[in-house]
């Protein structure tokens, strides 16, 4: 393989982990994978219950720490992750059991994490225009204008969900982790879903999500990985991979 | 007719009923309506100087309960350690300014600063600011239960130091004989003028107050409060911002003590037990978490409760303390049970 070719391959990769870990008691929840999310595409993950999806997740947002390997994002080569990191590296992500800010509004949820960082800056600056019209677009998207001076815990399941998503939105960067964005919704709420991260790979982004809807996983995603007990099972094309007969075992059992 | 006299009737019959609603739903307005109605009638039935010390004591109490409110209402972390800067702010004012050379005890070797007021009430408070950088660092880690543990620890800490720390505070004894403060060269003697100077402060404390909790530093704080991890995964560091909400809410508290010092001119250690912080918790609750109006208003309902007590007919002096506790746990008993938020609050503990 000559250097070009290499670079090549490299920058067709937005995030690849090596030999990660994550072990909880003697439990291996990760174990020593190794994997490559293609730049600009929509990947999904799928995996029986327990194989390490959200685990994945979480050690790449850094929610959880690393136990061992390494997590290399562009340039960088990471052997720990902080959670407040994460968007510097060019990451963010929703979590499994929705966790949003409950007892602020709608609006505000948006707001927060659009403006300054830096505590400091952060005292002498207010939500501006430009931060009302993009929240008052993602709202919009989301369907949830109407609610937006309500308080985030009074909304329903699915539009927690979608906050949620909105919230995602409201971030810039250039990967985006959904982990199990369609559990639960209602069908009209998934198109709204599906229309986001449809719309963010529009702009270049590149997508992750984890999800067990397996007609989704067709439909929307561009490369597939399976995980089984923490390890990589098979990855590649959605349809080669969903043929594969130990994906179908790992699913189905013998 | 009959058919309007029965309407009326009915709807005189459902008075109570419209009254409760109302009163549940607008409590904020009718608590606010109730207080100041309150605070008028007691002040015009006791004249002039009462007013003005009644006033004076509420402001004071207003500062402590406005800053407390920053970081339990808005950042969500039950300090009970406050009472210790309001102790630091009113000690370093105390030790700065007093001049107690002929009251010292024999063979009593005591530093004597005599700096005037306005010199010493800064360094009080960037003490305050010091002192609540360096266990901020450490207190920032926790939350939860464990932050009303490290900040009760603070204030027992605190106040041993008041009582046994005898070359600087004269432990038991107290310092004596603080100065009232100077402005070029005229000294504010007057307690009408005293009262407005701390009116001044309180006004510059809520204005602070204001600013932070409305700009993006403040909505982060209210993220911190709901989640702290969640809010870290989207680039904010959360000990930081509990670090720097911390340490501005020590040194307006100094900035009280400091007031409260030169107002008392005298400062022991009973001052500034933890069972003040307690108080001061229970005013914030009272009035509402996340409401700077909110802690404005606990904080002249509480200085009514602790005049008015002593004004109850046929109540034995000796029992007015006792009555006043009883009184204010029993609020916020049926606080928690009706109206968790506080009476003008929006955020649940």
């Given at each position: 393989?000559?250097t070009?070719?290499?670079?090549?391959?490299?920058?067709?990769?937005?995030?690849?982990?090596?030999?990660?870990?994550?072990?909880?008691g003697?439990?291996?929840?990760?174990?020593?994978?190794s994997i490559?999310?293609?730049?600009?595409?929509?990947?999904?993950?799928?995996?029986?219950?327990?194989?390490g999806?959200?685990?994945?997740?979480?050690?790449?947002?850094?929610?959880?720490?690393?136990d061992?390997?390494?997590?290399?994002?562009?340039?960088?080569?990471?052997?720990?992750?902080?959670?407040?990191?994460?968007?510097?590296?060019?990451?963010?992500?929703?979590?499994?059991d929705?966790?949003?800010?409950?007892?602020?509004?709608?609006?505000?949820?948006?707001?927060?994490?659009?403006?300054?960082?830096?505590?400091?800056?952060?005292?002498?600056?207010?939500?501006?225009?430009?931060?009302?019209?993009?929240?008052?677009?993602?709202?919009?998207?989301?369907?949830?204008?109407?609610?937006?001076?309500?308080?985030?815990?009074?909304?329903?399941?699915?539009?927690?969900?979608?906050?949620?998503?909105?919230r995602?939105?409201?971030?810039?960067?250039q990967?985006?982790?959904?982990?199990?964005?369609?559990?639960?919704?209602?069908?009209?709420?998934?198109?709204?879903?599906?229309?986001?991260?449809?719309?963010l790979?529009?702009y270049?982004?590149?997508?992750?999500?984890?999800?067990?809807?397996?007609?989704?996983v067709?439909?929307?995603s561009?490369?597939?990985?399976?995980?089984?007990?923490?390890?990589?099972?098979?990855?590649?094309?959605p349809d080669?991979?969903?043929?594969?007969?130990?994906?179908?075992?790992?699913?189905?059992?013998? | 007719?009959?058919?309007?006299?029965?309407?009326?009737?009915?709807?005189?019959?459902?008075?109570?009923?419209?009254l409760?609603?109302?009163?549940?739903?607008?409590?904020?307005?009718?608590?606010?309506?109730?207080?100041?109605?309150?605070?008028?009638?007691f002040?015009?039935?006791?004249?002039?100087?009462?007013?003005?010390?009644?006033?004076?004591?509420?402001?004071?109490?207003?500062?402590?309960?406005?800053s407390?409110?920053?970081?339990?209402g808005?950042?969500?972390?039950?300090?009970?350690?406050?009472?210790?800067?309001?102790?630091?702010?009113?000690?370093?004012?105390?030790?700065?300014?007093?001049?107690?050379?002929?009251?010292?005890?024999?063979?009593?070797?005591?530093?004597?600063?005599?700096?005037?007021?306005?010199?010493?009430?800064?360094?009080?408070?960037?003490?305050?600011?010091?002192?609540?950088?360096?266990?901020?660092?450490?207190?920032?880690?926790?939350?939860?239960?464990?932050?009303?543990?490290?900040?009760?620890?603070?204030?027992?800490?605190?106040?041993?130091?008041?009582?046994?720390?005898?070359?600087?505070?004269?432990?038991?004894?107290?310092?004596?004989?603080i100065?009232?403060?100077?402005?070029?060269?005229?000294?504010?003697?007057?307690?009408?003028?005293?009262?407005?100077?701390?009116l001044?402060?309180?006004?510059?404390?809520?204005?602070?107050?204001?600013?932070?909790?409305?700009?993006?530093?403040g909505?982060?704080?209210?993220?911190?409060?709901e989640?702290?991890?969640?809010?870290?995964?989207?680039?904010?560091?959360?000990?930081?911002?509990?670090?720097?909400?911390?340490v501005?809410?020590?040194?307006?508290?100094?900035?009280a003590?400091?007031?409260?010092?030169?107002?008392?001119?005298?400062?022991?250690?009973?001052?500034?037990?933890?069972?003040?912080?307690?108080?001061?918790?229970?005013?914030?609750?009272?009035?509402g978490?996340?409401s700077?109006?909110?802690?404005?208003?606990?904080?002249?309902?509480?200085?009514?409760?602790?005049?008015?007590?002593?004004?109850?007919?046929?109540l034995?002096?000796?029992?007015?303390?006792?009555?006043r506790?009883?009184?204010?746990?029993?609020?916020?008993?049926?606080?928690?049970?009706?109206?968790?938020?506080?009476?003008?609050?929006?955020?649940?503990?």
């Open positions: 393989m000559t070009s070719e290499r670079h090549s391959i490299e920058s067709s990769f937005v995030l690849q982990t090596l030999d990660i870990e994550k072990h909880f003697g439990v291996s929840a990760v174990d020593r994978l490559s999310i293609p730049r600009g595409l929509i990947t999904a993950i799928i995996g029986p219950n327990g194989s999806k959200s685990t994945l997740i979480n050690l790449l947002s850094g929610t959880l720490p690393l061992g390997g390494m997590v290399v994002v562009g340039p960088k080569r990471l052997r720990a992750i902080r959670p407040y990191d994460s968007p510097n590296i060019g990451l963010t992500r929703t979590f499994q929705v966790r949003l800010f409950e007892q602020i509004s709608v609006l505000d949820n948006l707001y927060v994490v659009m403006t300054e960082r830096s505590s400091l800056l952060s005292l002498f600056q207010r939500a501006r225009k430009e931060h009302r019209e993009r929240a008052e677009r993602i709202l919009h998207v989301v369907g949830l204008w109407e609610k937006r001076n309500d308080l985030a815990e009074e909304l329903s399941y699915g539009q927690r969900k979608l906050l949620e998503v909105g995602l939105m409201a971030m810039n960067t990967i985006y982790l959904f982990d199990e964005p369609f559990a639960g919704l209602a069908l009209h709420m998934i198109e709204v879903v599906k229309g986001v991260i449809r719309e790979q529009e270049d982004r590149t997508i992750i999500f984890v999800s067990h809807n397996m007609g989704i067709r439909e929307l561009d490369y597939l990985i399976v995980m089984d007990s923490g390890r990589l099972l098979a990855r590649g094309q080669r991979v969903l043929n594969d007969p130990a994906v179908i075992e790992a699913y189905l059992g013998n | 007719m009959q058919i309007r006299q029965l309407e009326i009737s009915q709807n005189f019959s459902r008075l109570p009923q419209t409760l609603f109302s009163l549940r739903n607008h409590l904020e307005i009718w608590a606010t309506v109730i207080v100041i109605l309150a605070a008028a009638t002040m015009l039935s006791r004249g002039t100087g009462f007013s003005i010390t009644l006033v004076t004591v509420f402001a004071i109490w207003a500062m402590l309960a406005v407390l409110n920053l970081v339990l808005y950042t969500g972390l039950l300090s009970v350690g406050h009472v210790g800067f309001y102790g630091i702010g009113a000690y370093t004012a105390a030790v700065l300014t007093a001049n107690p050379r002929q009251e010292l005890l024999e063979g009593e070797i005591i530093q004597i600063f005599a700096w005037p007021f306005f010199a010493a009430l800064p360094v009080a408070v960037l003490l305050c600011g010091v002192v609540a950088l360096i266990v901020g660092v450490a207190f920032s880690r926790f939350r939860d239960d464990v932050y009303v543990l490290v900040s009760f620890g603070f204030a027992i800490i605190a106040y041993n130091v008041f009582v046994n720390w005898q070359w600087v505070t004269r432990g038991p004894f107290g310092i004596h004989q100065p009232k403060p100077v402005i070029f060269g005229y000294t504010i003697n007057d307690d009408l003028e005293f009262l407005l100077l701390t001044a402060f309180l006004a510059i404390i809520v204005g602070i107050s204001w600013l932070i909790v409305t700009s993006s530093f909505r982060v704080l209210k993220a911190v409060r989640d702290e991890d969640a809010i870290e995964v989207f680039g904010y560091r959360s000990s930081r911002y509990k670090l720097a909400i911390w501005i809410s020590a040194m307006m508290a100094g900035l003590g400091a007031m409260l010092a030169t107002y008392t001119s005298f400062v022991d250690p009973n001052s500034f037990i933890l069972l003040e912080s307690i108080l001061l918790v229970a005013i914030v609750i009272l009035g978490l996340a700077i109006w909110g802690s404005l208003l606990g904080a002249l309902a509480f200085v009514l409760l602790e005049e008015g007590v002593r004004f109850v007919p046929f034995p002096p000796e029992h007015v303390g006792q009555v506790q009883i009184i204010l746990g029993t609020l916020l008993v049926l606080l928690m049970l009706f109206r968790p938020q506080g009476v003008a609050g929006r955020f649940k503990l």
